[in-house]
């Protein structure tokens, strides 16, 4: 019986196995490139571009390190990497991630334990950092959804929870083509990792 295939061919040549990730399969290009182009909210934003995965990132890591100014610069690498597994399994709304049940959250976590060990963080994120990084992002979905995704402040507050008052004073979110977020996520990845090595 034939055996199907569980491994995806990235840019860089790379094979990566999905259900069997190696470390040695994963490079942040790939990242970078697959997160620039999957969109959150299944696309359903305002705006010229879709809004996406690596922009989240990018505005999650922002918002942990306000949350946590003092944190660790490993830790801000792990917030900017918190949904990276999604450059090769995509974006899936909680709602349907929730229907599915485990099996994606396991494919979820083989990957991202893959990724961390690949840039030297370790396999399993601290359960304070891991709480933190979730605040972050559910303040990130607070604000996507309220600025453009078409949610009301009290659709927001009742699925994301209600954001410390500082964050109601955020205006917009620009959104960009995907060329232009890969390579500030690319830029604020280097500079994280170049500072854990050093």
């Given amino acids: 019986m034939k055996t199907q295939r569980a491994w995806q061919r990235m ?33 359903q934003t305002e705006g010229d571009f879709s809004y996406s995965v690596a922009e989240h990132s990018l505005l999650v890591e ?19 990497l ?14 349907v991630k929730a229907a599915i049940g485990p099996t994606y959250a396991q494919l979820e976590d083989k990957l991202i334990e893959a990724i961390h060990i690949r840039f030297g963080l370790p396999a399993k994120v601290p359960s304070n950092i891991k709480l933190q990084i979730k605040k972050a992002d559910k303040i990130s979905a607070w604000l996507e959804a309220t600025l453009i995704a078409g ?25 960009k083509q995907p ?7 690319i830029e604020k990845f280097e500079a994280l990792l170049q500072s854990i090595i050093i």
């Fill in 82 to 95: 918190h949904d990276a597994p999604e450059y090769v399994i995509g974006d899936m709304i909680s709602p």
């Fill in 151 to 175: 949610f009301s402040i009290d659709e927001a507050n009742k699925f994301f929870g209600v954001p410390p008052d500082e964050f109601f004073n955020y205006q917009e979110l620009v959104l």
């Fill in 11 to 43: 840019l860089s040549g790379r094979r990566l196995d999905l259900l069997d990730p190696s470390p040695m399969d994963i490079e942040i290009e790939d990242i970078a490139h697959g997160l620039s182009f999957v969109a959150r909210w299944n696309g």
């Fill in 179 to 185: 060329m232009i977020v890969k390579s500030k996520f």
């Fill in 62 to 80: 922002k918002i942990f390190f306000k949350l946590n100014p003092k944190v660790s610069n490993k830790w801000k690498l792990a917030a900017l």
